[in-house]
């Protein structure tokens, strides 16, 4: 069945510092994989989507790469600021390409001044 | 700004109670979606629709059932709610198309007694 698995422990940085966050699906690659950041008690708010052969994609301090053959993407947050302190989401779509999307379960960022 | 609308941030409702959620979207978008998100467990999809009067079960149906009459609402029904259904409630648009990111809304979230 297809997954995504973000590392369920919380990350620490200090402030300044470059956050890396990791996302693992599994069987096909899919064409897109998208990022979300949430706060608690709201919503999820879309970030980023990456194509399977952009290989990188850049918004401002954030940077997002597709790796197929480990089957893996990262999100890095370089410059880290304590609002930058959220839930990030990784989600792909299900076979067929659909408008659906699986989501991981998320990575806590906590980024301490 | 575009919005997806909950029309409840919190709601208490009695075991057995038959319980309406309402969503509504600004955007002009085709699909439409209803999570769970539950600790643990993350966003599990309950509903989809990509139409009017068009809808598909996600992975987590049963208990539940979802209207969409008009193009800008969706609304999920809690047939005879229970327990097990308190949980934080997110709906979610997109454009029709698998690379689009989803826009979500505030969020419902209901408590069952």
Known sequence: SQKIEQNSEALNIQEGKT??????????????LQWYRQDPGRGPVFLLLIRENEK????ERLKVTFDTTLKQSLFHITASQPADSATYLCARHRSGNTGKLIFGQGTTLQVKP | DVKVTQSSRYLVKRTGEKVFLECVQDMDHENMFWYRQDPGLGLRLIYFSYDVKMKEKGDIPEGYSVSREKKERFSLILESASTN??????????????????????GTRLTVV
């Open chain 1, 56 to 59: 990188e994609k850049r918004k």
């Open chain 2, 85 to 106: 259904q308190t949980s934080m409630y997110l709906c979610a648009s997109s454009l029709l198309g698998a690379d689009y990111g989803y826009t979500f809304g505030s």
């Open chain 1, 19 to 32: 956050a890396t966050l990791t996302c693992n699906y599994t069987n096909y690659s899919p064409a897109y």
